[in-house]
Antibody
Framework: QVQLQESGPGLVKPSQTLSLTCTVS??????????WSWIRQHPGKGLEWIGY???????YYNPSLKSRVTISVDTSKNQFSLKLSSVTAADTAVYYC??????????????WGQGTLVTVSS | SYVLTQPPSVSVAPGQTARITCGGN??????VHWYQQKPGQAPVLVVY???DRPSGIPERFSGSNSGNTATLTISRVEAGDEADYYC???????????FGGGTKLTVL
């Protein structure tokens, strides 16, 4: 059973960089065919895809966040990370790490972390 | 970018059938996935590739997709099915991963 766990600061100051790490257990992040993803949810709102890193290392980001987002992977620790720069209060959200799977040429999330609330405030 | 439209809310009595729609331009040509999210919890995949169920998801949950509308159908609704439901597609032409705005299912 794959499990994902987010970690990182719950409070970030405006203009700083939000940094989160997702630790994967129960499966190797290096195994093929999965998209290691970040998704966020603003308080009381819907889901917003941030981006993913494929097991090969290629990345794909939401165009609306692309200029501020970096997703990287550390296979030695079985972790992947999110960095979001120049944050504002609008970046306050619950951040989920997730595993994206591919079916019928599509993408869906089959495993989610529990989510971590990040608040942007001075 | 590709837009998915869901009704904000659907209400149904216990034991009845709930149908939650997800509208999108020619969505029938895409694979649609559905997630259930209960308050304070992470989403859970309940249907993928239009109509397949992950292991552990009851047969009461089913999906269909044609034309401009995909539908998640929940038969014999139970109180425990009360949750927010989100549809999602992969759209390689723009934002590759798109979520609908979500539908709150209320069990009366």
């Amino acid at each position: 059973q794959v499990q994902l766990q987010e970690s990182g600061p719950g409070l970030v100051k405006p203009s700083q960089t939000l940094s989160l790490t997702c630790t994967v257990s129960g499966g190797s992040i290096s195994s093929g065919g999965y998209y290691w993803s970040w998704i966020r949810q603003h308080p009381g709102k819907g889901l917003e895809w941030i981006g993913y890193i494929y097991y090969s290392g290629s990345t794909y980001y939401n165009p609306s966040l692309k200029s501020r987002v970096t997703i990287s992977v550390d296979t030695s620790k079985n972790q992947f990370s999110l960095k979001l720069s120049s944050v504002t209060a609008a970046d306050t959200a619950v951040y989920y790490c997730a595993r994206g799977a591919s079916g019928s040429g599509s993408y869906y999330v089959d495993y989610w972390g529990q989510g971590t609330l990040v608040t942007v405030s001075s | 970018s590709y837009v998915l439209t869901q009704p904000p809310s659907v209400s149904v009595a216990p034991g009845q059938t709930a149908r939650i729609t997800c509208g999108g331009n020619n969505i029938g040509s895409k694979s649609v996935h559905w997630y259930q999210q209960k308050p304070g919890q992470a989403p859970v995949l309940v249907v993928y590739d239009d109509s397949d169920r992950p292991s552990g998801i009851p047969e009461r949950f089913s999906g269909s997709n044609s034309g401009n509308t995909a539908t998640l159908t929940i038969s014999r609704v139970e109180a425990g099915d009360e949750a927010d439901y989100y549809c999602q597609v992969w759209d390689s032409s723009s934002d590759p991963v798109v979520f609908g705005g979500g539908t709150k299912l209320t069990v009366l």
